[in-house]
Nanobody
Framework: QVQLAESGGGLVQAGGSLRLSCTVS????????MGWYRQAPGKQREVVAW???????TYVDSVKGRFTCSRDNAKNTVYLQMNSLKPEDTAVYYC????????WGQGTQVTVSS
């Protein structure tokens, strides 16, 4: 079993920045892929950034150049640095992990005002 806990969401003006954190606990050595997803009101959940173990990080086109995903293995934490935020980035952001199953955090709200 894997447990994920996000933090760092909030309200920010357009052009501002936020950093999300995802702390991982449990059977962390079984994880072979992780990522960040988001779900805006009335829309389907979409992937924002993802990576497989030992692989490069891939971003959806809409956030390339603005968002950066990073890992701190010593802290068992994955980050999502979000810069130049736009109102269309408003969503609940979820951390995701995969081993033999799929795991999701509880989500953290990001609201970008215009």
């Amino acid at each position: 079993q894997v447990q994920l806990a996000e933090s760092g969401g909030g309200l920010v003006q357009a052009g501002g920045s936020l950093r999300l954190s995802c702390t991982v606990s449990g059977s962390i050595f079984s994880i072979n892929a992780m990522g960040w997803y988001r779900q805006a009101p009335g829309k389907q959940r979409e992937v924002v950034a993802w990576f497989v173990s030992g692989g490069k990080i891939t971003y959806v086109d809409s956030v390339k150049g603005r968002f950066t995903c990073s890992r701190d293995n010593a802290k068992n934490t994955v980050y999502l640095q979000m810069n130049s935020l736009k109102p269309e980035d408003t969503a609940v952001y979820y951390c995701y992990a995969h081993d033999a199953g799929d795991y999701w955090g509880q989500g953290t709200q990001v609201t970008v005002s215009s």
